[in-house]
């Protein structure tokens, strides 16, 4: 397939790599601030991990194919939201919405979009939280606010996640389609795990 140069081009300039750069290390400066915040007042570890990627061209172009949308650098800046991208994950359900209340009240950062799949799950049985946020990069003498994608979930949730993103590329297999609907299942499981652990940890809590 012919690559489009503009947005290779667009991709592997340094000014979008140091900028996507920065706004990574500046969330993930703010989310381990929270945690620290949130470690005090409640004793335990909030976040056990962080993740982040700058989406590949490969990854861009096949979600403009699905969203059929034209392959150009303005619809990507427009219309692609997980260009930049970290992940959090927590033990709790509760704390990923307690870090979402915090997020909401930071002066400088911007919540674009809130979008609950834990609440209300994908089809597939993808559940997690996603934020679309903007937080300011201050430039060579330039402000910009930069877009960027928080995804928040649950150690049960990302696992699940992590065997459905394998599939993805599978689907045609049918063992693969097999698995799959196995996997759907087990969503509403962890589903009902993340729910009675956190009873758990309440009523631990409350002793
Ligand atoms: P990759 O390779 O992970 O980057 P928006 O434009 O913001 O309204 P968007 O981005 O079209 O919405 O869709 P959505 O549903 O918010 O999904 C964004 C990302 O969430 C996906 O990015 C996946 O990372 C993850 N995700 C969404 N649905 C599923 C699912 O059913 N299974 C798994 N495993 N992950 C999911 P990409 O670009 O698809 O992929």
Not at 12 to 40: H, P, R
Not at 95 to 114: C, F, G, H, N, T
Not at 158 to 179: F, M, P, S, T, V
Request: a positive charge; proline letters at 1%.
């Amino acid at each position: 397939m012919k690559k489009n140069i503009l947005l290779q081009e667009y991709l592997q300039n340094e000014d979008f790599i140091v900028k996507s750069e920065c706004a990574i290390s500046m969330l993930k400066t703010k989310l381990q601030i929270i945690d620290a915040d949130l470690g005090m007042r409640y004793h335990r570890k909030v976040i056990h991990s962080k993740t982040s990627r700058i989406k590949s061209y490969d990854s861009i172009v096949a979600k403009l194919e699905r969203k059929e949308l034209p392959e150009n650098v303005e619809t990507v800046k427009e219309k692609i939201n997980d260009l930049i991208g970290v992940r959090a994950v927590c033990t709790y359900t509760d704390d990923l919405y307690e870090m979402v209340k915090m997020l909401y009240a930071q002066k400088d950062v911007k919540v674009i979009k809130e979008k609950d799949y834990i609440k209300n799950p994908k089809k597939s049985g993808y559940r997690s939280l996603h934020l679309i946020l903007e937080i300011p990069i201050c430039f060579q003498e330039d402000t910009q606010w930069v877009k960027i994608e928080l995804q928040l979930r649950t150690a049960a949730m990302d696992y699940w996640a992590g065997l459905d993103y394998q599939l993805q590329y599978k689907k045609e297999n049918k063992e693969a389609r097999r698995i799959s609907e196995e996997l759907k299942e087990y969503a509403n499981a962890i589903e009902e795990i993340d729910r009675k652990v956190l009873e758990l940890r309440k009523r631990i809590e409350a002793i």
